[in-house]
């Protein structure tokens, strides 16, 4: 039976309860060397792609910005072209949203980037059905919820039409002419629908991947079964390796029912890693990372996030609170509130009563990613049992730390499973699409 290769992808650690940003040794989340240096070091580390996440409006809670949000938010395709420049082999991707953009836009960003990159640009789909963020646009948050999905797929298909009108040899070089551009071979768009009506050229040829490679997070059944018809690969926070596996199962079932190699849908979920010599030392370690994530405020904040209502006075190393969430409570912008918070503080205090947790412990068990913690050994013989036993095709890592933060992974553990026969040697091909074994 042949051996199942590992991919990897860095998330850049930015504005998230993840990011000990705090820390002392954590760096600038705005300096362009930070990038760099998290760009390079996952490239070192052969990775697949580093990945940026976006955020269109700062978060706030109870009235005032969210404080993990005041570091900035820098513009992606700005970041990732000029990572372009520096890097050579890794894929470039980042979340862009389809509810506030428009289709001929997105699709020359990208195509420029996919040139600018040499064939490895990969986008992020997402969408959005919240009015707080919209209000940072002209036109608001005017899609109700069951709208975005729709109003992404019509997104994606004329961003498509655009990536496919110039006919191969639209670009000629000639000894008489130089390079010009044979408008017969120039297609126009046209595309009538709900939420776009496009007539137009595009403004330059696809990039070397003809599109970029896409990438997709929604986990309701209408993001799965988009992420099955039109994701290269998909993100999940389905950590255990039973969740996993089902997940997995299920994402590939959804594409093989839509015609598609399911092989050809790669499957990604979000992990972190601490790394130590022995194993009660990386437990430790991982614990006080998780206290750093998770401060008292902290906590209280994220429980008052499900909750709805204002729990300032409740001690974060005490109890869960005796009072109901509210079911319509909206002390948080910005963030998606659970459907039936009712319901989520009935399954929390289930939880905090068979392990006797205060509410900080509770919200570090129930914010936690896929960790593994252990030595550098434990490590890649646990990433590589979960590729091998079809829980995923491999990890977004997610440091805690910016910059330095993929360092000791990449200087220890990527050796291990190279020895191992389970991560590539070297980069095979040059562009996103062959890293992850998608074909030219």
Same mark, same amino acid.
């Given at each position: 039976?042949?051996?199942?290769?590992?991919?990897?992808?860095?998330?850049?650690?930015?504005?998230?309860?993840?990011?000990?940003?705090?820390?002392?040794?954590?760096?600038?989340?705005?300096?362009?060397?930070?990038?760099?240096?998290?760009?390079?070091?996952?490239?070192?580390?052969? @990775?697949?792609?580093?990945?940026?996440?976006?955020?269109?409006?700062?978060?706030?809670?109870?009235?005032?910005?969210?404080?993990?949000?005041?570091?900035?938010?820098?513009?992606?395709?700005?970041?990732?072209?000029?990572?372009?420049?520096?890097?050579?082999?890794?894929?470039?991707?980042?979340?862009?949203?389809?509810?506030?953009?428009?289709?001929?836009?997105?699709?020359?960003?990208?195509?420029?980037?996919?040139?600018?990159?040499?064939?490895?640009?990969?986008?992020?789909?997402?969408?959005?059905?919240?009015?707080?963020?919209?209000?940072?646009?002209?036109?608001?948050?005017?899609?109700?919820?069951?709208?975005?999905?729709?109003?992404?797929?019509?997104?994606?298909?004329?961003?498509?039409?655009?990536?496919?009108?110039?006919?191969?040899?639209?670009?000629?070089?000639?000894?008489?002419?130089?390079?010009?551009?044979?408008?017969?071979?120039?297609?126009? !768009?046209?595309?009538?629908? /709900?939420?776009?009506?496009?007539?137009?050229?595009?403004?330059?040829?696809?990039?070397?991947?003809?599109?970029?490679?896409?990438?997709?997070?929604?986990?309701?059944? /209408?993001?799965?079964?988009?992420?099955?018809?039109?994701?290269? +690969?998909?993100?999940?926070?389905? +950590?255990?390796?039973?969740?996993?596996?089902?997940?997995?199962?299920?994402?590939?079932?959804?594409?093989?029912?839509?015609?598609?190699? *399911?092989?050809?849908?790669?499957? @990604?979920? #979000?992990?972190?890693?601490?790394?130590?010599?022995?194993?009660?030392?990386?437990?430790?370690?991982?614990?006080? !990372?998780?206290?750093?994530?998770?401060?008292?405020?902290?906590?209280? #904040?994220?429980?008052?996030?499900?909750?709805?209502?204002?729990?300032?006075?409740?001690?974060?190393?005490?109890?869960? *609170?005796?009072?109901?969430?509210? #079911?319509?409570?909206?002390?948080?912008?910005?963030?998606?509130?659970?459907?039936?918070?009712?319901?989520?503080?009935?399954?929390?205090?289930?939880?905090?009563? +068979?392990?006797?947790?205060?509410?900080?412990?509770?919200?570090?068990?129930? /914010?936690?990613?896929?960790?593994?913690?252990?030595?550098?050994?434990?490590?890649?013989?646990?990433?590589?049992?979960?590729?091998?036993?079809? +829980?995923?095709?491999?990890?977004?890592?997610? *440091?805690?730390?910016?910059?330095?933060?993929?360092?000791?992974?990449?200087?220890?553990?990527?050796?291990?499973?190279?020895?191992?026969?389970?991560?590539?040697?070297?980069?095979?091909?040059?562009?996103?699409?062959?890293?992850?074994?998608?074909?030219?």
């Amino acid at each position: 039976m042949s051996r199942r290769p590992i991919h990897l992808a860095a998330h850049f650690p930015g504005v998230n309860n993840t990011t000990v940003w705090a820390d002392p040794d954590a760096g600038s989340q705005i300096e362009f060397d930070s990038f760099v240096h998290l760009a390079r070091t996952a490239e070192r580390g052969l @990775f697949d792609f580093l990945f940026l996440a976006e955020g269109l409006r700062l978060r706030e809670h109870r009235g005032r910005i969210y404080d993990l949000d005041v570091v900035g938010r820098p513009d992606t395709f700005t970041v990732l072209a000029a990572l372009a420049a520096v890097t050579d082999r890794i894929g470039l991707t980042g979340t862009i949203n389809t509810t506030f953009n428009e289709p001929f836009e997105v699709a020359r960003q990208f195509a420029t980037l996919d040139h600018l990159s040499r064939g490895r640009a990969g986008w992020n789909i997402v969408t959005s059905s919240d009015a707080f963020t919209g209000a940072n646009f002209r036109r608001g948050g005017f899609l109700d919820h069951g709208d975005r999905y729709a109003r992404a797929e019509e997104f994606l298909a004329v961003a498509r039409k655009f990536w496919d009108s110039w006919a191969p040899g639209a670009v000629r070089a000639d000894v008489d002419h130089g390079v010009y551009v044979d408008p017969e071979r120039i297609g126009s !768009i046209e595309y009538s629908g /709900t939420h776009f009506d496009v007539r137009g050229f595009a403004a330059l040829p696809a990039g070397p991947q003809g599109h970029p490679v896409l990438l997709q997070a929604g986990d309701s059944p /209408t993001g799965r079964a988009f992420a099955a018809r039109h994701a290269d +690969a998909v993100f999940t926070l389905h +950590a255990s390796l039973q969740e996993g596996q089902r997940y997995y199962a299920d994402m590939k079932g959804r594409a093989r029912s839509y015609g598609r190699d *399911p092989h050809r849908l790669k499957v @990604f979920p #979000a992990a972190t890693v601490v790394i130590a010599d022995t194993a009660a030392e990386a437990q430790d370690k991982a614990w006080h !990372i998780r206290r750093q994530q998770v401060s008292g405020a902290t906590a209280i #904040a994220m429980l008052e996030q499900v909750w709805g209502r204002d729990l300032s006075g409740y001690d974060p190393d005490g109890p869960l *609170p005796d009072v109901d969430p509210v #079911a319509d409570g909206a002390i948080s912008q910005g963030r998606v509130r659970h459907a039936d918070p009712v319901a989520l503080a009935r399954r929390y205090r289930e939880l905090a009563e +068979a392990d006797n947790l205060s509410i900080r412990e509770l919200v570090i068990a129930v /914010t936690s990613r896929q960790q593994f913690a252990g030595t550098a050994a434990h490590i890649a013989d646990e990433m590589d049992r979960y590729v091998q036993a079809d +829980a995923c095709d491999g990890f977004i890592l997610v *440091p805690h730390l910016t910059p330095r933060g993929l360092d000791e992974f990449v200087d220890r553990v990527v050796p291990l499973l190279q020895e191992r026969g389970a991560f590539r040697a070297e980069y095979a091909g040059t562009t996103l699409r062959e890293h992850l074994g998608l074909g030219a």
